[in-house]
């Protein structure tokens, strides 16, 4: 058996492994590169030799850094399986064609302001072919094994977001896992990540390799600036990621108010692909720790609005409010048109409850500039900027030894290091060397592993 680090190597996004062995192929993970400008071309590339060839997709979870480059497949002629759990296919069925439709409109843009070097500038795929990739989907439940070529194949949960999975592999000669993006213990919303059975090889994400997480209560926090910004009269803005982070917030603030820890307020869900996302966390309710009854109660106490004309109506809303809104980063999204509406306001407070990536709105209003643009208008920033911690759903440096430790792996199992920053992975490989007798070894991009039987 071989594996090439076709993606998700020396950096924190692509994920993609291609496993060959002597009559099977598989790929897993098929992502997207994301971020730094030299990073997004490698999605414009060639695809690398054998990956359109695959028997199989095997997809850990949906975020489009895992998954979001399958669509580029079945635009080149792939029609292969791509296995994973029910939850990681429905979501991927609000993900991929959002993904789409964000690629043609932004190649309608850079058409409209010449901003391309290519005179009719393409996207990488539109919402007609992500819809179509999703016929590709076929769900397998966790810790059922089954067969791809002579390869056998389990899922076991692994927390992070619903449906996310780690993966292993086994040709009968040696035994593989592939961690996926590992989720916390004690999460809010997700259950503990499940532990690993004996593996040979194990390819470990590192995206926290470098970071603890904060120890504060979340719950504390949130109300804490809840009802600073409610005594002053003011709009709590909270830029939100749709999958995960959406449905916290909001089974959070539910819980304070039910608790009469927070005042009842009017809140708004203002994202509609959050909204699609909330549905189908309450659908899959047994695979994370709410209850249906408690899904369906964040839906009582807060009002969806699927419409523009909907989202247009919340500026009308007099009197303190809450309003949770795209995009996580401020990048985009209708947290956008709220800015504008509320930043103005020293009464308003503007919540950020993730990372931030450098360069990002949501960076630079944490750095405290005075002025941001939005729509190429500059807005003065005269709200509160505040951000809550604690509420990653990516398990850092000593949960994922806590995690190894709880897994069946024996003292010398091979790990290689992957899905993260040069900086995390350097530490994370001195942590594990330290701590544990792992062998720890860091892939190139576009390097292949032999591993012997």
Known sequence: MKIVFLGGAETVTGSKYLIETESTRILVDCGLFQGYKWLRRRNWAPLPLGIQDVDAV???????????????????????????????????????????????EDAKFYAKHKLSRHEQPEALYDTRIATEALTLLKPVAFNKRFKVGNVTVEFHPVGHILGAASIIIDDGHHRVGFSGDVG????????DPAPLPQ????LLE??????????????????EVVNDT????????????????????QHML????????????????????????????????????LSAAECGRSQQLIEYTHSVDDSKAIANQVGPHIIIAGSGMATGGRILHHFKHWLSDHRTTVLFTGHQ?????????????????????WLQLKAQVRTLHGLSGHADYQEIHQWLNSSQLAPNTH???????????????????????????????????????
């Open 58 to 104: 095997l997809l850990t979870h949906a975020h489009l850094d895992h998954s979001g480059f399958i669509p580029v497949l079945y635009r080149n002629g792939f029609r292969g399986p791509v296995y994973t759990h029910a939850a990681t296919a429905a979501l991927c069925s609000v993900l991929w064609p959002d993904s789409g439709k964000i690629q043609e």
């Open 184 to 191: 916390r213990f004690n999460d809010i919303l997700m259950h």
């Open 199 to 202: 593996v040979d090889t194990l």
């Open 206 to 223: 590192s995206t926290y390799g470098d970071r603890l997480h904060s120890q504060e209560d979340p719950f504390e926090q949130l109300e």
């Open 230 to 249: 409610m005594k002053k009269g003011g709009v709590l803005l909270i830029p939100s990621f749709s999958v995960g982070r959406a449905q916290v917030l």
């Open 254 to 289: 539910v819980k304070l108010m039910d608790s009469k820890r927070i005042p009842r307020v009017p809140m708004f869900l203002d994202s509609p692909m959050a909204i699609n996302v909330s549905d189908i966390y309450r659908e899959f309710h047994t695979e994370h720790k």
């Open 357 to 377: 990536a450098g360069g990002t709105r949501g960076a630079k209003m944490q750095q405290g500039i005075e002025a941001i643009k939005v729509h190429g208008q």
């Open 415 to 453: 790990i290689q290091l992957v899905h993260g920053e040069p900086d995390a992975l350097e530490a994370q490989r001195d942590y594990l060397l330290q701590h544990t007798s792992f062998q720890v070894d860091i892939p190139a991009y576009m390097s292949v592993l032999h591993l012997s039987d």
